[in-house]
C-alpha cells in the first residue's frame, strides 16, 4: 500500500475515535443536564463511531498493513444549549467528510483501487450522518427556548437505539 495512504487511514482510526470520544463527552453532557434522550442520541453516535474505527482497523489488518494507534485528544467537557451541541456535531461531521475526502483523494492518485472501493462506504455515510444531525440541529432551532418543544425532541431523539440517526 502506498505510504501515505496508509498513514492517513492510521490517521482516520484515531479520528474516528475522537468522533466517538467528542460525542460519548456530549452524552455525559446531556446526562447531566437533564437530558437523557439527546444522550442517548449521542451515545448511539459514539457507538456507530467506534465501529468505523473498527472498520478501517479491520481493512488495515486484512491488506497486511501495520497498525498504528494515535493519540486521542481530549474532549472539551461542557457543550452549551442542546442547539450549540448539535451544531458542533453538525461541524465535526463536516471536517470528518473532508478527511475521508482527503483519503479518497490519495487512493485515487495511487491507484490503490481497493482501498477507494473501501472508501464508497464511508462517503456514503457521511452523506446521512450530515443529513441524520442536519436535521436534528433543524429540529431543535426550530424548538429555540421552548422547554416543552425541547422536552418533546428529548424524548423523540431518545428512541434511537441503532446506528440510524
Ligand atoms: Fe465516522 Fe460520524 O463519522
Not at 489488518?61 to 467537557?77: A, S
Request: glycine share 8%; proline share 2%.
Amino acid at each position: 500500500m502506498d505510504a501515505n495512504v496508509r498513514d492517513l487511514l492510521n490517521d482516520q482510526v484515531g479520528n474516528e475515535f475522537h468522533a466517538a470520544y467528542l460525542y460519548l463527552a456530549m452524552a455525559g453532557h446531556f446526562e447531566t443536564h437533564g437530558y437523557q434522550g439527546f444522550a442517548q442520541w449521542f451515545r448511539m453516535q459514539a457507538r456507530e463511531e467506534s465501529g468505523h474505527a473498527m472498520r478501517l482497523f479491520d481493512y488495515l489488518v486484512e491488506r497486511g498493513e501495520e497498525v498504528e494507534l494515535k493519540q486521542i485528544d481530549q474532549p472539551p467537557k461542557s457543550f452549551g444549549s442542546p442547539q450549540e451541541a448539535f451544531r458542533a456535531a453538525l461541524e465535526h461531521e463536516r471536517k470528518v467528510t473532508g478527511q475521508i475526502n482527503r483519503i479518497y483523494e490519495a487512493a485515487s492518485a495511487a491507484s490503490d483501487y481497493p482501498t477507494q472501493i473501501m472508501l464508497q462506504w464511508f462517503i456514503q455515510e457521511q452523506v446521512e450522518e450530515e443529513q441524520s444531525t442536519g436535521r436534528a440541529v433543524e429540529q431543535l432551532e426550530m424548538a429555540g427556548e421552548n422547554r416543552a418543544a425541547l422536552l418533546m425532541l428529548d424524548t423523540s431523539f431518545g428512541e434511537r437505539s441503532s446506528g440510524e440517526g
